[in-house]
């Protein structure tokens, strides 16, 4: 059984001012490989007298090659290269085998799999503040959905409290967006602990202010509730304007239920006012 199976040498306090004081830069983006990839000088990778590459400069080179692959389509050939990266030590490719693994992503789908090597990556951890740290933050919001849910056939069991727990090392200490998100929406519902609205607000408004469009959603809808008509309709409706396709269902849903009860004045402001916060 994995009953220690979290995050064995991180502490969990739960004392949100001590928390407070940790991490001080903003999270980097969650999926970021190309960002990364950019990032990295083409020279970095030149061979110096037709040497093979060794250690970390063979591990980014396999990696580079498995990123064209995928982005190609030949999935089996990126699937190996990462393989061979994460044996050298790349963490972006273990992350990206993870991914591949939760996704069925040109692999046979296998969450329990796609678990053990996100455990590996937060348990090695990174330095905050470096190349890596993201990747470590990423691993810790996805931990924390599967033991929010369990995995079916697997030792991980559904354990809400827990996973409160990992989504708050993920927000407080990487400043992770959806971590906070996620943290927000348990606060709110009381999933897994006490509810606390005023808890959720925080997490939410810190999220929404690095443009997560469910937290201007989840936000919006709390303001609009508490009396704040017009702003809680204009945080709605950027929401809606930043939102991926796959949220934008339910955000227009809240959004839509909320003009319906509001008057013509407010919607009418709500909308400039989040067409506005949309374009900054």
């Given at each position: 059984?994995l009953?220690?199976?979290l995050?064995?040498?991180?502490t969990v306090?739960?004392n949100?001012g001590?928390?407070a004081?940790?991490?001080?830069?903003?999270?980097?983006?969650v999926?970021?490989c190309a960002?990364l990839?950019?990032?990295?000088?083409?020279h970095?990778?030149d061979q110096?007298d037709?040497?093979?590459?060794?250690?970390?400069r063979k591990?980014?080179t396999?990696?580079r090659?498995g990123?064209?692959a995928y982005?190609s389509g030949?999935?089996d050939?990126a699937f190996k290269?990462?393989s061979?990266?994460?044996?050298?030590?790349?963490?972006g490719?273990?992350?990206?085998?993870?991914?591949?693994?939760?996704?069925?992503d040109g692999v046979?789908?296998n969450?329990?799999e796609?678990?053990?090597?996100?455990?590996?990556?937060?348990?090695?951890?990174?330095?905050q503040?470096?190349?890596?740290?993201s990747?470590?933050?990423d691993?810790?919001v996805?931990?924390g959905?599967?033991?929010q849910?369990?995995?079916?056939g697997s030792?991980?069991?559904?354990?809400p409290?827990?996973?409160?727990?990992i989504?708050?090392?993920?927000a407080a200490?990487f400043?992770?967006?959806?971590?906070?998100f996620?943290?927000?929406?348990m606060?709110l519902?009381?999933e897994g602990g006490?509810?606390?609205?005023r808890?959720a607000?925080r997490?939410?408004n810190l999220?929404?202010?690095?443009g997560?469009?469910g937290?201007?959603?989840?936000?919006?809808?709390m303001?609009?509730d508490a009396?704040?008509?017009?702003e809680?309709l204009?945080l709605?409706?950027a929401?809606?304007?930043n939102a991926?396709?796959?949220?934008r269902?339910?955000?227009?849903a809240?959004?839509?239920e909320a003009?319906a009860?509001?008057?013509e004045?407010?919607?009418?402001t709500?909308?400039?006012y989040?067409?506005?916060l949309?374009r900054?």
């Open positions: 059984m009953r220690g199976y995050i064995d040498n991180l306090i739960r949100l001590h928390y004081k940790l991490a001080s830069r903003p999270a980097m983006l999926c970021f960002g990839l950019l990032s990295i000088p083409a970095a990778f110096q037709g040497a093979e590459p060794t250690g970390e591990a980014w396999t990696f090659f990123f064209s982005k030949r999935k050939e290269a990462y061979d990266a994460a044996k050298d030590g790349h963490i490719a273990r992350w990206k085998l993870a991914k591949m693994y939760a996704a069925g046979e789908e969450d329990f796609a678990f053990q090597i996100l455990r590996g990556i937060v348990k090695e951890g990174a330095e503040g470096s190349r890596d740290s990747f470590v933050a691993a810790l996805s931990i959905a599967y033991v849910r369990g995995i079916a030792p991980v069991k559904a354990d409290a827990r996973a409160r727990d989504y708050w090392q993920a200490n400043k992770d967006a959806d971590a906070q996620e943290l927000g929406k606060f519902s009381g006490a509810v606390d609205a808890q607000g997490w939410f999220s929404a202010s690095k997560h469009a937290s201007q959603a989840m936000l919006g809808k303001m609009f009396g704040k008509t017009v809680g204009g709605m409706t929401a809606l304007h991926e396709e796959a949220d269902g339910w955000i227009r809240m959004q839509e003009f009860v509001s008057s004045a407010d919607r009418r709500g909308i400039s989040g067409d506005s949309a900054n």
